[in-house]
């Protein structure tokens, strides 16, 4: 991918700056790699610095109005002061490293509808920066986010949408300031009971935890409430877990609790800071998700259950 921008604080004839990546496909913990070719304007000039960033658009709210933001979640000086002669050809090799949290936004070559990354080229002079356009970068899942994904496929879930959301989730450590929603409709077994599922991974070198949201349909005198399930596992151990056992075995509990409750229970606030649900958004057929599965590792169902609490802040169901 390349984009070419010519420095506007030079005017015309400044340095031009293309970005070249070698593979735009890359995974949360490997390197981004590439690099920033750089060509002189009809003058000498002295370059501060060269800095690549990511970028995404993440979910706001401001009183009561929702929007998108854009956001640099990291970024990296490939390249301190330099000379740039008039005509002069630079190349910058680099390699960017891709934060564990970085969100997926591509599932066998299927892109995440909602989702928008890329990478951002930052040129100084003379103490004034001058940013290019978005290069996109697809962001696929590991492994073992493969494996969740694969599960939830199996069961008969259907993608909906997937967004950022800014905020944190109550005990669960985060690196970035926002994190991922990917929205699942239920499968048929559950319709009527569960009117969708949230997905959210939180990936470290270390291992992985994967939140669920069910928001569960209310009966005729109850609103609908949310159910919350958090697990952690090992990157080893969620490529060896039957996750659609495990997953099913959650959302069965799910549908009943609302059942032995009546249709009566609490109205929950959320697990998140700063949480509301996204519109709806384009479908990808249940293939395009199904090679990629795993979750909730070597859980047993009593150790699924926890009270509320326990795991988020909030008034919440917990599973």
């Known amino acids: 991918m390349v984009f070419k921008?010519?420095?506007?604080?030079?005017?015309?004839g400044g340095p031009s700056v293309d970005t070249v990546l070698h593979h735009p496909h890359v995974r949360p913990g490997e390197n981004l790699s590439g690099e920033v070719r750089i060509t002189g304007g009809n003058q000498d000039v002295t370059i501060e610095h060269v800095a690549l960033g990511f970028v995404t658009h993440m979910e706001?709210?401001?009183?009561?109005?929702?929007?998108?933001?854009?956001?640099?979640?990291?970024?990296?000086?490939?390249?301190?002061?330099?000379?740039?002669?008039?005509?002069?050809?630079?190349?910058?090799?680099?390699?960017?490293?891709?934060?564990?949290?970085?969100?997926?936004?591509s599932v066998y070559g299927q892109h995440l509808h909602g989702m928008t990354l890329g990478v951002r080229t930052e040129l100084a002079i003379a103490k004034v920066a001058d940013k290019g356009d978005l290069d996109p970068v697809s962001v696929e899942p590991?492994?073992?986010?493969?494996?969740?994904?694969?599960?939830?496929?199996?069961l008969g879930f259907h993608f909906r949408s997937a967004d950022l959301e800014h905020g944190r989730i109550h005990g669960v450590h985060q690196e970035l300031p926002f994190f991922q929603e990917i929205e699942f409709f239920p499968p048929?077994?559950?319709?009527?009971?569960?009117?969708?599922?949230?997905?959210?991974?939180?990936?470290?070198?270390?291992?992985?935890?994967?939140?669920?949201?069910?928001?569960?349909?209310?009966?005729?005198?109850?609103p609908s409430q949310d159910v919350f399930g958090r697990f952690h596992v090992s990157h080893e151990e969620a490529l060896?877990?039957?996750?659609?056992?495990?997953?099913q075995g959650w959302l069965e509990q799910v549908a009943e609790r609302r059942t032995a409750m009546g249709?009566?229970?609490?109205?929950?606030?959320?697990?998140?800071?700063?949480h509301h649900s996204s519109g709806m958004g384009g479908m990808i057929a249940g293939a395009a998700l199904g090679a990629g599965a795993g979750f909730l590792g070597g859980m047993v169902a009593g150790e699924m259950i926890e009270e509320v609490?326990?795991?988020?802040?909030?008034?919440d169901e917990e599973f």
């Not at 921008?5 to 015309?12: A, P, R, S, T």
């Not at 009561?64 to 970024?75: C, L, T, W």
């Not at 060896?240 to 997953?247: H, L, N, Y």
């Open 309 to 315: 609490g326990e795991l988020f802040e909030g008034d």
């Open 60 to 105: 706001t709210e401001y009183g009561d109005h929702d929007g998108h933001a854009g956001v640099e979640f990291h970024r990296a000086v490939v390249a301190g002061r330099f000379p740039l002669r008039e005509g002069e050809h630079k190349t910058i090799p680099f390699g960017l490293p891709v934060p564990w949290e970085t969100p997926i936004t």
């Open 240 to 247: 060896t877990t039957d996750w659609a056992q495990q997953i």
């Open 188 to 222: 048929p077994a559950f319709a009527g009971r569960v009117n969708e599922v949230e997905l959210t991974f939180v990936a470290s070198p270390h291992g992985l935890d994967v939140i669920l949201e069910a928001d569960k349909r209310g009966g005729f005198f109850t």
């Open 5 to 12: 921008k010519l420095l506007g604080v030079l005017g015309v």
């Open 142 to 154: 590991l492994p073992a986010q493969e494996r969740v994904l694969e599960a939830f496929s199996q």
């Open 263 to 274: 249709g009566f229970g609490h109205h929950g606030h959320g697990h998140h800071d700063h």
